[in-house]
């Protein structure tokens, strides 16, 4: 199931870039590269032991950069692709979507993220860890960040992926942590 989920993985990176470079003509490929670390927020039953680090690659083919007012903003989301690691033998996800960000002030701003996500949880053992029902989620993400600088920013973030109630189980995986993110 390992080597599956990241053929999964790299094949949804390679997918996501070769959109963002043909299908939408860029200056640039990436727009922003995040690297993060959470820890589960699941309740006693559910809890996933470690810590989760976290990648995610974000693309601009809607040119959300150049956005100026909120509703610009609103209507020109990111595109991301990403993963999340247990350390601890737990699920591991890759996930991809939409990203819409809105900027507070001239420095805070916040993510909504939404868009699906593929997981290794285990299926065959209800009882080992949260009880996620089916490998295909959707994931929702939100994040308060700080710009430090043009290029550099830290955000607090949320994550969390279930099925929405199609499978048996619904448990859900989710996430609180910190990231730290640089802008081209």
């Given amino acids: 199931m390992n080597k599956a989920f990241f053929a999964s993985a790299i094949g949804a990176i390679i997918l996501a870039s070769g959109i963002s470079s043909s299908a939408f003509a860029q200056e640039r490929l990436f727009d922003e590269v995040r690297i993060g ?8 039953s559910t809890f996933e032991k470690g810590a989760f680090p976290s990648a995610t690659v974000f693309f601009d083919p809607f040119d959300q950069r150049h956005a100026e007012s909120f509703m610009d903003h609103m209507l020109r989301p990111r595109v991301h692709v990403g993963a999340i690691v247990s350390t601890a033998g737990e699920a591991s996800q890759v996930f991809a979507g939409f990203t819409w960000t809105a900027p507070i002030t001239d420095r805070i701003f916040v993510d909504l ?11 065959d053992k209800p009882n080992d860890g949260p009880k996620v029902g089916c490998h295909a989620l959707f994931h929702e993400s939100l994040g308060l960040g700080y710009n430090i600088t ?33 802008k081209f």
Avoid at 37 to 44: C, D, E, K, L
Avoid at 113 to 123: D, E, K, S, T
């Fill in 37 to 44: 670390v959470s820890g589960s927020i699941q309740s006693a």
């Fill in 150 to 182: 043009n290029n550099w920013r830290v955000l607090a973030t949320v994550e969390h992926s279930s099925n929405a109630n199609l499978c048996d189980y619904n448990a859900g995986l989710s996430y609180a942590g910190i990231a730290v993110g640089y």
């Fill in 113 to 123: 993220g939404f868009g699906g996500a593929f997981n290794n949880g285990n299926l």
